[in-house]
């Protein structure tokens, strides 16, 4: 059956001007509620036009006011029943693998009671396609992640939200603000994954949810990095004056505001070549001292952890993304710094306790940390608490791959696939543009023009040069395309993670909207790593794409598809599409267009993953 739907057609603003309300035809059992959703700030002088004008006005601020806002609607309706979807171009190829993809994200950002919070803050919403082979079609379910903090802020007897967590990048209107502790918010809302027999919902700063696969139903927090929930042992540095420090914040952190001793990372990596999971964690109350300690852990196919690895960095660190090779795993140095002001703030309850921080960007180079994987094989190695100097400052976003080659006399290099952007442009307390101030939303943030410094995401490679005891002969940092849009999700055939890859996809921008310039993305790019030629697929006009997804189903490395969602804000439409990778930069790179029923419309999505059949 299917839950009641709500919130998926803004009819108005909260500003003076009023756009006007529409129409549209859905299916005579369902109600369609009020609508609430994050609103976006237009000026009061700007009268608005009518969605005929709209349409043609794809360059105008009012338009791309309007578009931005249809991307973070929420969406409470749920389908606890798989619904086939329409095929409206192209056809599903025969030889499509059978299989499911999955793809979390926030799904609620307004509760009925006058709160709205950042998307990072909105509760995970699993999408699942299903892909039958043999009956060439695609199934539809989407459910929330039934969180500790889902199950206490939504009513079911009543279907209405309350918002009692703040959660790290909101401050609650409609709540309680001084003396709130319920700040980690675990919505589970940022990558999927399924390994070893379990599918589950991770977010970062908590434990993952599982989920049962053929249904989306919430089984409960998996503890994946058992005995973590204990204090780390500080060990080497016992008695510094960092460990005193933490011992003081440790009883706040964990006792007062129910933190986890150690916060899990949101993205893991699977290595293919010896079909492993790796996760990695950092220690809860390193978030507010100048030092990092990181734990990885590797399982096998199983789930049976095979190896624990432990490293304390002296820097005060903020990674979302990393990576591996064959013998590292690698960190990038995104370097923050306590706020005083902000952290008063934020414990008062006036600001997001994300306040507490802010990105440090003093020195002019990026460190980079290369930490022993297997340290009993190494042998004479440099040391790793020493870091690379890249030779130019960025934030790391999102890793795409890393991998290692040895040439004839034993040295090294490794080279590293990812998106970064500037720290001029990331700010903690803008990123999608959210002003919790007034709780809207403003596109502008995410589009600021930084001319020839370009500050916007953009994919990169690094290059790091080792000699046969690991001491650094060379770094360089080299854009992988002359493209001057922005790009981020980079992702490339999962079967080549940690290996040698020619091929990488990405989400881009066109560039054809200037009030939209960088973000949101509506463009599909390919790079060719070997003849550094690039090739797109745009989706359209006031149409927008999430991450890539590559689906393998032969063994080479571009034999397989991309899935895309789109978003069509022109019309109200959720998309899923198929395109053949070998076929991007062509006419005929679209294989197929497959349409979500219009009342189950979702937000944009994080992250997803491709759970083959066996």
Known sequence: MLAKPHHFIPTCFSSPTKLPAVVHRVPSQVK?????????P?????????????????????AAYWDYQFLFVSQRSETTKPITLCVVDGAIPHDFPSGTYYLTGPGLFTDDHGSTVHPLDGHGYLRAFTFDGLCREVKFMARYVRTQAQAEEHDPATDTWRFTHRGPFSVLKGGQKVGNTKVMKNVANTTVLRWGGRLLCL????????????????IGRLDVIDGCDSAPDSGKNSGGIWDVAAGLLKPILYGVFKMPAKRLLSHYKVDARMNRLLTASCNAEDMLLPRSSFSFYEFDSNFKLLMKQEFNIPDHLMIHDWAFTETHYILFANRIKLDLAGSMAAVCGISPMISALSVNP????????LLPRFPDKCGRSRDWRVPIEAPSQFWLLHVGNAFEVKDVNGDSEIQILAATCS????????????????????PSAMNVDGGENEPMARLVQVFIQLDTDGNLKRCSVEPLNQRKDSSD????????????????????????????????????????????????????????????????KGDEEDDGYLLVVEYAVSVQRCYLVILDPKRIGEDDALVARLEVPKHLNFPLGFHGFWAADN
């Open 203 to 218: 977010w970062e700063g908590g434990e993952p949810y599982e989920i049962e696969s053929e249904t989306l139903d919430t």
């Open 489 to 552: 999700f980079p992702v490339i055939n999962p079967a080549f993670s940690g290996s040698r890859n020619k091929y990488i996809y990405a989400a881009s921008s066109s560039g054809s909207r200037t009030i939209l310039r960088h973000f949101p993305f509506d463009t599909v790019v390919r790079l060719n790593l070997c003849s550094k030629s690039t090739h797109t697929w745009s989706v359209g006009n006031r149409r927008f794409i999430g991450e890539p997804i590559f689906v393998p």
């Open 362 to 369: 003093s020195k002019p180079t990026t460190p980079i940390y």
């Open 32 to 40: 369609i509620a009020p609508p609430n959703v994050i609103s976006i």
């Open 42 to 62: 237009i000026s009061s002088n700007t009268h608005a036009p009518s969605p005929s004008i709209l349409d043609h006005a794809v360059d105008d601020s009012l």
């Open 423 to 442: 720290y001029q442009w990331f700010n903690f307390q803008k990123l999608f543009g959210y002003n919790w101030q007034n709780g809207k939303l403003d």
